[in-house]
């Protein structure tokens, strides 16, 4: 009897592909484990066994594989069913979720680009004799392929070579690699153990008689500790005393003093073990009862609570239930290089058990990861990531945690699989029978529905920690104030009164202002033309500190011009505003203080956002400018004021779920006022202050916003009544795109009628020379899923087998942001 298996490859192939295999290997296989396979003329593959057979493949001749890779499974059989699901419901294949769901060491094929890692050194006699070839060699070569490595060794099935090569960490695979941030370490000084007593320190005071300077060194940090019950830094003593550092060294070199570090951006007096998580709020205690009644008749619970209202300290509750019940947890965030708070947070009260997933660590930091959460080990019993952590492998799933679950950025947009994560998410976590508890201020509509159609649980937490009031919101009409000539270019004079008033607090302000640069628009004040980017429909956005004119879809940039570039006339006029002329008018209106910016273009580098964040909540920085960045859950305990530079152009988008998301943007970066004893206050300058989402904002309105915008997702069939799958055909041929994509709807009408939209160019319609158009088609409530994607399908493979529309590129999305 002859013995095959179906597996997955890395590649986007329709089907599970069989090979053949020895009778030996089908006792030894098991779902899960790599293997390597030949594919086409020439390919060498990665693929996961998805199953174990003996039925021969019927269309084609199954060929042997090369080898297997693994001793026990990679991926579980939960996985294999959760990338099944993301697979069918995003209409993409197997292999793309693979592909996005292991560390680029896991998949080693062909074209795989290995050097050495530098930052090990492997000694000779640790490495055999085929791992020591290939290692030399990259002595001499900086990177090879594995096709290099097969001429090497003379041999075709080197996978297995590479393979031990990364588990002893001699050997890197190309890629971006991402560093992760260590915060500035803090020097501490305390007297040393000897003299901490009483009589002790007596002695001590007395031999210290005669070194006067020492001895009022040691008195000051003496009563500094007894006073705040908190660490003492180096600089505060040396402050506090009025002596120099010399003497302070002197002290510790004596053993009189002893130095440490804590490595913490918030330093809590703790003895370094597990924290004990803080005692609820009544509100809370409240709201954590609500969600556990909720999880007995719902596996999936809302928890709509303010912001600040300490949602933290309740999914920290749960956390220790799952935790003590032998579970593991997942915990989701939009953007995990915005954490650092969050997880220093989490660290201190469940220290090891917190494993950080990002998906830009290292290979080896990632493949570490891998291994703990699939064997369950203490080092990754809560797991905090963004997105694509939903595609690890889990044992022993109890709960998982969507934080801010309304952020955009939990849908993927290319390349494929473009899955939604906190949708992907509750099906992971119905494949274990967990829980899955959705938190945020600004429930997203889709979530918010569920929850009043009773699919989901729903729990409200309307006040504030510590009963601090939400913030006053006041509504700036700068039409007015342009007229009666009381702007100071895009400030008026009640956010500089205000900002006067916070600074003289010595509080902090952040100033939001949705868009980057100096100003999107330059224009000829002669003949009118406005330099637009030569790959893309859209205008330059002038960058005054570097200079120069950058087009923020393909990161196209020429310097500055000096003369039109149509008339030759040398009046250049900037219209519309972003983050640095903010800035740079913010240092001018307040030179005494310090300004700092937050954007794409200030976080790019090493650490970009962690210093910016450590700055501001060590009070560094005065007044913050920034981008949405700022909304995304920060605590910052200073913060009095903030600043809506311009409600209008985010009101403005072309896009049915701009007023939502409007809403949630101006909700939550207020929402970072005032968050410890005193009220903060927000201001909103407008040109139009009677809008109704503005309205809303400022009177904290969520459930008229709801039901205002429902309406309108009714009335227009728009998500969440309906669902959305976009269909974008895309080539550099103008002409082509037409074509394509008219006939693309056409056929889609024939079978969805009038729930086909478009197709239409989107307000930027060329981006890198390549022209897009869309096509929405709309599902009923009631639809079937599965028999509209088979359609769409259909269509699409018809389209493919067209000779003149094979070179366009079709990219669905489904439930599409
Ligand atoms: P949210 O996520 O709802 O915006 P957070 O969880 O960040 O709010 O809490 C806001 C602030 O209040 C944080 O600084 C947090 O440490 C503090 N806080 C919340 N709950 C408690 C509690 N029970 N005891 C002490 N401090 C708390
Ligand atoms: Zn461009």
Redesign the pocket.
Known sequence: MSHFIDVVLPIPLEKLFTYRISKAESEFLQVGMRVSVPFGKSKIYTAIVCRIHEQEPIIYEAKDIHQILDDTPLVTKHQLAHWQWISKYYMCTVGEVMRAALPSAFILESETIISKNTSTVISDENLKDDEFLVYEALHHQSSLKVHDIASILDKKHVLPVIKRLLEKEAISIQEEVYEKYKPKLVRYVKLHANHASQENLQVLLDELRRAHKQREVVMTLFSMSAKTKKPVKVSELIEESQASSAIVKTLIDKGILEAYYIQHDRVEYSGGDDEAS????KP?DVALSEIKESFKTHDITLLH?????????IYVKLIEDVLASGKQVLYLVPEIALTTQLVN?LQDYFSEKVAVFHSKYSTHERVEVWHNIFQNTTKAQVVLGARSSILLPFQDLGLVII?EEHETSYKQFDPAPRYHARDAAIILANIFKAKTLL?S?TPSLESYYNAKQGKYGLVELTTR??NVMMPDIELVDIKDKHKRKRMKGHFSDRLIAEMTETLEEGQQIILFQNRRGFSPIIECHTCGHSPQCPNCDVSLTYHQYRDQLRCHYCGYNTVMLKKCDACGGNDLDTKGFGTEQVEKEVSALFPEHKVARMDLDTTRGKYGYEKIITAFEQQEIDILVGTQMLTK?L?F?HVKLVGIMNADNMLNFPDFRAHERSFQLMMQVS?RAG?TDTRGKVLIQTYNPHHQILQQVSTNNFAEMFKEQMDERHNFKYPPVYRLIKITIKHKDYNRVNVGAAWFAKSLRQVFDDLVLGPEFPPVARIRNQYHKHILVKMKPKQSIVKTKEAIDKINNSFSSIKDFRALRVIINVDNY
């Open positions: 803080k005692a609820l709020s809370q609570g303010v912001t600040s209202s300490g949602k933290t300290e947070r934080d938190g201020a920690y510590n859950g605590d305990r929402g968050r």
